[in-house]
């Protein structure tokens, strides 16, 4: 199950990743916000890590204006490692090496065509269990 979140700035882009999860049968719950009307994008972001940090959720992909905000937002929660991703190597090397557990991305920095190239990295790679890795996640942790 994916968590999603998004601000106005991120809405529509949203959309794009939503059609993209259905399309694959992956299921989501969709955090909110639910329209292009101006709102505050830490409401989304804590709901949607929240979500991933219970384990209600698996991961996240949380998206604003610039990603940025929204993955702030993310990373004050404890259990949380948000990836600010705006390439593919990024999104396939953050599973790798920081088993990272949400995606964020901006909006307004990206194309959707290369977003949604993004969320297969992310959601389609593997962290690599490599002690090396497990050890500075556990760093972070601490
Ligand atoms: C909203 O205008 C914008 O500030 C927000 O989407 C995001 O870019 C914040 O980091």
Request: with cysteine; charged share 25%.
């Amino acid at each position: 199950m994916i968590a999603l979140g998004c601000d106005h700035g991120g809405y529509k882009l949203k959309k794009a990743v939503i059609k993209y999860l259905e399309e694959n049968n992956i299921e989501y719950k969709d955090f909110g916000t639910y329209s292009e009307e101006s709102c505050d994008y830490p409401i989304y972001g804590k709901l949607a890590a929240n979500a991933v940090a219970s384990g209600e959720c698996d991961k996240g992909i949380i998206i604003c204006g610039t990603g940025i905000g929204i993955s702030i937002t993310a990373n004050k929660i404890k259990g949380i490692r948000a990836a600010l991703c705006h390439d593919v190597f990024s999104a396939k090397a953050t599973r790798e090496h920081n088993n990272a557990n949400m995606l964020a991305m901006g909006a307004r920095v990206i194309g959707e065509g290369l977003a949604i190239e993004i969320v297969k990295a992310f959601l389609g790679t593997e962290f690599s269990n490599d002690e090396r890795h497990i050890r500075r996640i556990n760093m972070i942790e601490d």
